[in-house]
């Protein structure tokens, strides 16, 4: 009795009898905190319907199915859901459940189990996943802006690259033809760069 005080969260017994009949047999104390249930209330929570309505809505199918397909194979349950936080409370908090099925001699489905809070680790993905889209958001925005200044910078240069070209056909001085091949060689590596950025923008 000691140990099933001291371990965290609450351990239960859960029986099926042949009549189709659900009740917990067993209930550690720290049912009460997982369950928001009062010292005086683990006493009268013997019925798996008082569990049930505890369930948040949207998670009751999942709970529902998941157990009824453990009772069928006798395999291990295991689920996420989410209950109510207090007596009269609408706020919900995260539980981990999981328990191995038996079954007895006399015909009875025995389940051995736990149920464990686990709202800051859910509140700890969500956070990770409110800055893993966040990351993802910034770096499609760095990724657009890339490729727009790219594309922008692009025409120019192009516009530039056709000018010098036109100036190569005509007369000029020497010092002039080693202007315009200075530029030339700085707009060609130029247009190289944003090719070369554009295509990793793509990748």
């Not at 453990?70 to 209950?83: D, G, T």
């Not at 001085?173 to 090719?195: C, G, P, R, Y």
């Amino acid at each position: 009795m000691n140990l099933t005080d001291q371990v965290p969260g609450g351990l239960y017994q859960l029986v099926l009898n042949t009549e189709g009949q659900m009740n917990f047999s067993f209930l550690s104390k720290g049912i009460n905190s997982v369950l928001g249930l009062s010292p005086q209330k683990i006493h009268e929570f013997t019925d798996i319907s008082s569990a049930i309505s505890k369930v948040h809505p949207q998670d009751l199918p999942q709970v529902i199915m998941s157990s009824v397909a453990s009772a069928r194979k006798l395999e291990p349950w295991q689920c996420q859901f989410r209950v109510k936080s207090g007596e009269n409370n609408q706020e919900y908090q995260w539980v981990l459940g999981a328990a191995r099925p038996q079954a007895l001699e006399n015909g009875d489905m025995v389940w051995y189990g736990y149920l464990t809070d686990i709202s800051k680790q859910k509140e700890f993905e969500a956070k990770l996943d409110e800055a893993r889209m966040a990351a993802e958001k910034a770096n499609q925005i760095k990724s657009d802006f890339l490729s727009m200044i790219s594309h922008e910078l692009r025409t120019p240069l192009n516009a530039i690259s056709g000018s010098v070209y036109s100036l190569f056909q005509e007369d000029h001085t020497e010092n002039q033809k080693s202007a315009l091949n200075t530029i030339n060689f700085a707009v060609d590596n130029l247009i190289i760069m944003i090719n070369d950025l554009l295509d990793f923008q793509k990748n």
